[in-house]
C-alpha cells in the first residue's frame, strides 16, 4: 500500500518518488525500458499479482510515466510504452543496478544486467559530471546547494549538512 502523497512539497526527490509510487513500479518501469509492454509479459517478469500490476499501472500512467496503446481489438489488448518522463526514470533504475551491482546483491555470479554503450559495446555507468566541463565528479567534493526553489524547510536541511 503507498503512502500520502508528497504533493505540495519542495522537493525534486519526492517529486519523483510521488510519481513512481513504489517497488513494484520501479520493476516495471525496469521491464518497460528493457522492451516488455504487455500486461502478461510484465506479470511473468515481476511475479506481480493481477490487481498489484493493474493499480501500479493505472498510477503510472496518471503521473505520465507511461502511456497505454490499444494493439488489438475484439478483445481489446492494451501495451504499455515509456513516455519521456518514464524515460528519465530509466536513469535512476540505472544507478540502483550500478549500486545493486557494486553490493553483489546478486552473489558470487556477478551482475545480472549490464548496460553498454550501443554503438561501442563497452559498458557504461551512472556518473556525476560538471554541468559546464563534462569531467566527472567524485561524490565525496558535491555539496548541496539551496536553488531558486528552495523554501525554508529546504534551507533548515541544508543548514544541518557538514560533510
Not at 80 to 106: F, P, S
Not at 113 to 142: T, W
Request: contains cysteine; positive net charge.
Amino acid at each position: 500500500m503507498r503512502s500520502n502523497s508528497f504533493e505540495g512539497m519542495a522537493c525534486s526527490i519526492a517529486g519523483v518518488l510521488d510519481a513512481v509510487g513504489d517497488r513494484w513500479a520501479m520493476l516495471i518501469l525496469r521491464d518497460l525500458s528493457l522492451g516488455l509492454s504487455r500486461y502478461e509479459e510484465l506479470r511473468k517478469s515481476t511475479g506481480i499479482t493481477h490487481a498489484t500490476l493493474s493499480d501500479r499501472l493505472r498510477h503510472l500512467e496518471e503521473h505520465e510515466l507511461i502511456e497505454r496503446r490499444q494493439y488489438q481489438t475484439g478483445p481489446d489488448r492494451y501495451e504499455y510504452i515509456l513516455t519521456r518522463r518514464g524515460w528519465d526514470v530509466v536513469l535512476v533504475i540505472q544507478a540502483l543496478a550500478q549500486v545493486g551491482d557494486k553490493w553483489a546483491v546478486a552473489g558470487d555470479a556477478g551482475p545480472p544486467l549490464r548496460f553498454v554503450n550501443r554503438n561501442s559495446g563497452r559498458p557504461v555507468k551512472v556518473a556525476l559530471v560538471d554541468e559546464k566541463s563534462g569531467e566527472v565528479v567524485r561524490l565525496r567534493d558535491v555539496r548541496p546547494q539551496a536553488g531558486p526553489g528552495a523554501d525554508d524547510l529546504v534551507r533548515w536541511r541544508l543548514s544541518k549538512f557538514t560533510a
